[in-house]
């Protein structure tokens, strides 16, 4: 129902005359609904496609105190 208000441009009290449903049980449904959706799309992570290897160059960083890092 929360997918058909939004869609229907209806205030939450008209939209639940039209199809019968108590205001404050629809008004609870349409918050838990927000929440669940707000977590699914939360994520401080993307995807990233998988890269092949096209060359074979490496990396070499040389720090001042001699310690060296090879990519």
């Not at 449903?21 to 939360?42: M, N």
């Not at 990233?48 to 490496?58: A, C, L, M, R, V």
């Amino acid at each position: 129902h929360v997918e058909d208000w939004q869609a229907s441009g209806l205030t939450q009290s008209k939209y639940c005359e039209s199809v019968g449903i108590k205001l404050a049980t629809f008004s609870y449904w349409v918050v838990k609904f927000k929440s669940e959706t707000e977590q699914e799309g939360s994520s401080n992570f993307i995807a990233i496609g998988e890269t092949s290897k096209t060359d074979s160059k490496e990396y070499e960083i040389v720090y001042p105190n001699g310690v060296k890092l090879r990519l």
